[in-house]
């Protein structure tokens, strides 16, 4: 069969060009973080009509608390921001040795995480008066306004941690799995304050202080891991251990909300900003990815699991920027046919187990626009170079309006 020549063709190459040194458990790992986003997203992001056929955002988590646990499976941000800091203590010291400077080689960096954000908001910017005028309610523009710009925040604290990566990796050649340890500290003080006695005193900006040092927390484990301070089965044992006993007590003990992403009517949340409980989970799973690199190396040497791999990192950005995207093009179009009847696990209320079902049969429609979509945006991943300054000051235009829209309806 022509398609699985096909296949077998791209798995032989992908196969020929990887370089003898090339960390597959590592790039293993990144693959299975980047898909639990998208995976995650679309289980957990529901949908409801109103009365005008208009799409709202609403989530099972809200009346299936029961599935709260799931999120722990799903959360694997603990996991991408370590192999992000492994990779770039790998980068910037290799750049170093070239005689690169820190500053070039940061500027690199940006440059690749803001070609496919810029990419995504110029081309909703685009969508949205289409859309308008193809009659799709202006509520369903706002809700999928709200779904696009939510995977971006990560982009904008990703980009910032990357900026501090030259400090963090002289802290992590010094201190070793100490130099983690001070974020630990500071995102248990802060959630001490706005969950303890005197809450209700403190100002509301407070939990804004966790944002940088609850992720920066994995990246800083992937640093120490990069220079070779995690390399040893004790120290991974202490990341898993210490975090699951931290994991449970903050559950058990302290009454930390069971879900790892946030809950509509929720009054706390685990993500926004990160609490401690978010911490201890990427510690655990930190030392299970440490554990467990040699096996899933073992297993990665296998060309036909590697080339699913190298594909999904090639076009890591390209998943995060779009995979709400593919919902929604599978969302408006059944809201729009179908009027104010709801499509169960689609359009209807996420509010059964029956809803759950009935999302996991959408999957792989999901994950089939989401292929066509990054076939025609991935370019985004790309430099730039055949593009005249008139195109790019377009799309900056077009992203800016985006930007102005998403910000006063989000």
């Not at 008066?129 to 523009?141: E, F, K, Q, R």
């Not at 890591?316 to 169960?344: E, F, N, R, Y």
């Amino acid at each position: 069969m022509p398609l699985a020549a096909d296949l077998r063709s791209l798995v032989t190459a992908v196969e020929s060009r990887t370089p003898a040194h090339r960390d597959r458990a590592v790039d293993g790992l990144r693959a299975l973080a980047l898909l639990s986003v998208p995976a995650g997203h679309w289980l957990v992001g529901g949908f409801t009509l109103d009365d005008a056929g208009a799409l709202h955002n609403a989530s099972p988590l809200a009346a299936l608390g029961a599935l709260a646990p799931a999120s722990w499976v799903f959360q694997l941000l603990g996991i991408f921001f370590l192999v992000g800091g492994y990779s770039a203590a790998l980068s910037l010291r290799r750049a170093t040795e070239r005689g690169t400077a820190a500053r070039t080689w940061l500027r690199g960096r940006l440059v690749r995480l803001g070609r496919p954000v810029l990419g995504v908001t110029a081309g909703w910017a685009a969508l949205l008066p289409l859309l308008s005028v193809a009659g799709v309610p202006a509520a369903t523009l706002r809700t999928a306004s709200v779904l696009v710009v939510q995977p971006l925040w990560f982009v904008g604290v990703y980009a910032v941690i990357t900026a501090l990566t030259p400090h963090a990796l002289r802290a992590a050649e010094r201190a070793g799995l100490w130099s983690a340890l001070p974020l630990l500290l500071s995102v248990a003080v802060v959630d001490a304050l706005r969950y303890g006695p005197y809450a209700d005193a403190m100002p509301s900006w407070l939990p804004l202080l966790n944002l940088l040092p609850g992720w920066l927390f994995g990246y800083q484990l992937g640093l120490v891991w990069g220079v070779g301070r995690l390399g040893r089965r004790a120290a991974a044992w202490l990341l898993l251990g210490g975090g699951l006993a931290l994991f449970v007590t903050l559950l058990t003990v302290f009454g930390y909300p069971a879900s790892m992403v946030g809950v509509p009517g929720e009054a706390r949340t685990n993500s926004h900003p990160p609490s401690l409980l978010v911490l201890a989970l990427a510690a655990a799973q930190s030392g299970v990815a440490v554990l467990a690199r040699e096996r899933l190396a073992a297993l990665l040497a296998r060309p036909a699991l590697w080339a699913p791999v190298v594909v999904i990192n090639l076009s890591a950005m390209t998943i995060l920027c779009w995979h709400q995207s593919a919902m929604l093009a599978a969302a408006i179009p059944a809201a729009a046919l179908h009027g104010d009847a709801a499509v169960a696990g689609l359009t209807a209320d996420p509010t059964s187990f029956g809803w759950v079902a009935a999302r996991l049969a959408w999957l792989p429609l999901f994950a089939v626009l989401l292929i066509g979509i990054g076939a025609l945006t991935r370019r985004f991943e790309q430099p730039w170079t055949g593009a005249s300054t008139g195109g790019r000051i377009l799309a900056g235009a077009l992203a800016g309006a985006f930007s102005l829209y998403a910000f006063a309806v989000v």
